[in-house]
């Protein structure tokens, strides 16, 4: 692959909201004097929707929606810079100093109930890179993976494929550093400009990612943690990632006595959060969702039973955690059912986002996905509406852009805190009091439940109750 000046190469496997933005991070780390430290090529698998993302980017187009003026701003930097391409192509790890792994490892629900990764796919990623790396190349492992991955898949395939090409063992640089980055607003910020935990297979391979992930990340004011082994830095992403999970979890139930007994947990919670050591307590809401807070919470149980042979540990909290957060849209539309009587026949629901969260038009895993299911199984029409969403991929159907009328609607149901909706005049566009209202992810403002509230409309709430 082509570039206009030779500088080493990053090779990032895996496109996707990680990949794609730690993809545009290296191009756009510089020396001191403003250039580039490193030629970047994005890898995809040659199928629809790997080729699409690489001849987006040849194209000088970012291959995903972000409403991210720093993420655009980078793109467009590095497609000036011309350091950044992509290809389905495997044989340019063979040209790389450094690759980046970051593809995705899916949990799978198991017959008898239990749960395992998706190795197979993972293993056969490993192996293209193996293929064709030269010895000596830092391979950084950023996929979330169960604990103990690096040590007992990662480093045994690299080993194997290396030895058949009759490399020493331990020739290549294997670590791992977990991505946080979290698409939305801050999404190029939540990668340049935010704390990393690393590792390394050896120490030679921690000091390699840690001079690779000083380039990129702005480390003076977001200083490194290296751990001292590999399957340390894997337990502590799936630790940070299964303690969201349970903190969820918890206040669910006690939002629910909430709305039992006339109190506004949103009230209490903020109480609470004064004090410094309580300032992370979550919320209720609708759901939770996302590729990562619905599977990594699996992952230790995984790691324990697949990789360390330990059979015997319950990891009962973190099953709870979601178990219960599963449940949570379904106590939504158990509420709006309620609220039309009992009885979902017949009925058209407006549903207010699809997304998992605000301000990111990612429907993977979302929350919306098992209420608009359950209720049309239920007999009820779900209309769809999400400012970031025009296609819901998983549902296959188109989504409203704008915000629809009225006309027809028994229900409406505020599901993701979009600023769109916290800008609507409620009382003018409701004007009746003939259909019911749900704000089950306390996306209203207090203005607007206070409109609502004078104006004697029908609404209820997830987490507060109305006395
Ligand atoms: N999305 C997030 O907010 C987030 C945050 C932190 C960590 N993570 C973790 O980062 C990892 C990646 O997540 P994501 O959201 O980017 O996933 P994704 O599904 O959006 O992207 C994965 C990409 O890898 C590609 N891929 C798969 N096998 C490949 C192969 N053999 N060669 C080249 N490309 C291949 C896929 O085609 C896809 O484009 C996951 O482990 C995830 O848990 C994600």
């Not at 106590?331 to 058209?348: E, M």
């Not at 999400?386 to 852009?401: A, I, Y």
Request: hydrophobic share 40%; aromatic share 8%.
């Amino acid at each position: 692959m082509d570039f206009q000046k030779n500088r080493p190469i990053v090779c990032v496997q895996g496109l996707g909201f990680v990949g794609m933005a730690m993809a545009i991070a290296v191009a756009d780390a510089k020396n001191k004097s403003g250039e580039p430290f490193y030629n970047v090529i994005g890898v995809d698998l040659p199928n629809e929707v790997g080729l699409d993302k690489i001849n987006s980017i040849n194209n000088g187009e970012l291959p995903l929606v972000s409403n991210d003026e720093d993420l655009l701003a980078a793109f467009n930097r590095v497609m000036a810079q011309g350091n950044l391409k992509a290809t389905s192509d495997p044989k340019v790890y063979g040209s790389a100093s450094i690759v980046v792994v970051d593809i995705h490892l899916d949990v799978i629900e198991l017959e008898d109930g239990t749960h395992s990764a998706s190795f197979g796919g993972f293993r056969k990623a490993l192996q293209t890179v193996g293929e064709e790396v030269q010895p000596g190349t830092l391979i950084l492992v950023e996929t979330t993976v169960p604990p103990g991955t690096c040590e007992k898949v990662v480093v045994p395939e690299f080993n194997a494929a290396m030895a058949a090409r009759g490399y020493d063992e331990d020739s290549l640089l294997i670590a791992h550093s977990y991505e946080r980055v979290m698409p939305g607003k801050e999404y190029y910020k939540s990668i340049v400009k935010f704390w990393r935990v690393y590792s390394g297979a050896t120490d030679a391979a921690a000091e390699a990612a840690e001079a690779f992930l000083s380039k990129v990340i702005d480390v003076q004011n977001f200083p490194l943690t290296r751990l001292h082994s590999t399957t340390a830095s894997e337990t502590a992403k799936v630790l940070e990632n299964s303690y969201r999970a349970a903190n969820i979890a918890l206040i669910q139930e006690w939002g629910a006595f909430a709305e039992a007994v006339g109190v506004d947990l949103f009230q209490v919670l903020d109480a609470i959060r004064v004090r410094p050591t309580h300032n992370n307590i979550r919320q209720p809401g609708f759901g939770v969702g996302g590729y990562c807070l619905t599977k990594d919470p699996h992952f230790v149980d995984i790691g324990a039973r697949e990789l360390f042979d330990i059979p015997d540990m319950d990891f009962s909290f973190c099953k709870l955690a979601m178990a219960a957060n599963k449940k949570m849209p379904l106590t939504a539309l158990h509420k709006v059912k309620k609220q039309l009587g009992g009885n979902l026949t017949g009925k058209t629901i407006l549903l207010l986002g699809v997304s998992y969260r605000q301000d990111v038009g990612d429907t993977r895993y979302s929350p919306s996905e098992p209420f608009v299911v359950t209720a049309e199984n239920e007999g009820a029409t779900v209309i769809c509406h999400d400012p970031l969403v025009d296609f819901w991929e998983e549902l296959e159907r188109p989504v409203f852009m704008d915000i629809p009328s009225l006309k027809g609607i028994d229900a409406v149901v505020f599901a993701v805190q979009h600023k769109e909706y916290q800008e609507l005049d409620i009382v003018e566009w409701v004007k009746t009091n003939d259909l019911v209202l749900l704000d089950a992810n306390n996306v209203l403002t207090q203005n607007q439940v206070f409109e609502i509230a004078k104006h004697d409309l029908n609404i209820e709430f997830i987490g507060k109750g109305i006395k």
